[in-house]
């Protein structure tokens, strides 16, 4: 038999998954999720195998500086513009839905999708400067997979 990750309303499943799994089985395209660790001085988070080190903002007294976990972040919650220091992302593809875009690339050692708008069609190889809420970012034990904080 299974068991059950996560009882909720649809909203709340979605905004706060309680696991990995949860968070990569609800929406579509699924949640990216990276690994890596909090920098030394808990500002930005180093994502593994060379990729990009990511703002914090205000960092959670629950994710302590130097913690390995992994990063989660919705591609429709990734923007092209916003008040959040961008960080770049390497255009390998474009996927024209209609209504938006899926912009394809890779941070380090993790695949990265990013929902964007009609308009903004970037072309392999383009540059695409990325901007991450950090009130959107979701952390989960690597371990357990369940979610911090």
């Known amino acids: 038999g299974g068991r059950a ?3 909720g309303t649809p909203g709340e499943v979605y905004d706060r998954p309680a696991s990995m799994f ?3 089985f609800i929406g579509s395209p699924a949640m990216n999720l990276l690994h890596g660790r909090v920098s030394d001085d808990g500002r930005r ?3 593994a ?3 990009p080190h990511l ?3 205000e960092q959670p007294a629950w994710l302590p500086e130097g913690m390995e976990c992994v990063l989660g972040v919705r591609p429709e919650h990734m923007h092209a513009r916003g008040a959040a220091e961008p960080v770049t992302l390497e255009v390998e593809t474009c996927e ?3 209504a938006d875009n899926l912009a394809h690339g890779r941070w380090g050692n993790a695949d990265v999708v990013v929902r964007l708008p009609h308009e903004t069609r970037p072309a392999p190889g383009e540059r695409l400067a990325v901007h991450l809420p ?3 970012l979701h952390f989960f ?3 357990t997979g369940r979610r911090l904080g």
């Open 134 to 136: 950090p009130a959107r």
């Open 141 to 143: 034990d690597p371990a």
């Open 55 to 57: 703002p914090l903002g």
């Open 22 to 24: 949860v968070a990569s």
């Open 5 to 7: 990750e996560q009882i």
């Open 45 to 47: 988070f180093e994502i």
């Open 96 to 98: 024209l839905l209609g």
């Open 49 to 51: 195998g060379n990729g």
